[in-house]
């Protein structure tokens, strides 16, 4: 059975749902790479946990290998996440399927963030499903845009 791998990362927001999340990954059949962090530390700063998880996601280049990481809105971690060449994370604060299938089919985004602090835990495991399950749609002009930013 050749097994995904995934990429997990959090600030203290995300480190209880990230310790869940991770169990039923690797329940899934999902090899996890946990970037952190390993125990709660209220003053951790997420750009020390994301930058590494980015940095090796974009250096995987595109082996299948998806990202997904959580703080208490998924903004800022999304934000420096994308400082990355190569690195194309989205956010979901609420669980809408038809744009988490889009950023997946139109931008082949490769790291989902969380917000911990407005998803449940089912939510989260809905939104992962998606965006692990749903395949870049590879059209030209996906493609062709795709291009034009991983110029920047």
Known sequence: MIHKIIYLASDHAGFNLKSRLKTWLGLRGYIVKDFGPVLYNKDDDYPDL????????????????KGIILGKTGQGEAIVANKIKGIRAVVCYKLNSSILKLTREHNDANILSLAAGFLSEAEAKKAISIF????????KRHNRRIQKFNKL
Do not use: C, H, M, S
């Open 132 to 139: 692990l399950e749903t395949k870049f749609l590879n059209a």
């Open 50 to 65: 994301i930058i590494p998880l980015a940095r090796a996601l974009a250096k995987a280049k595109d082996k299948g290998i």
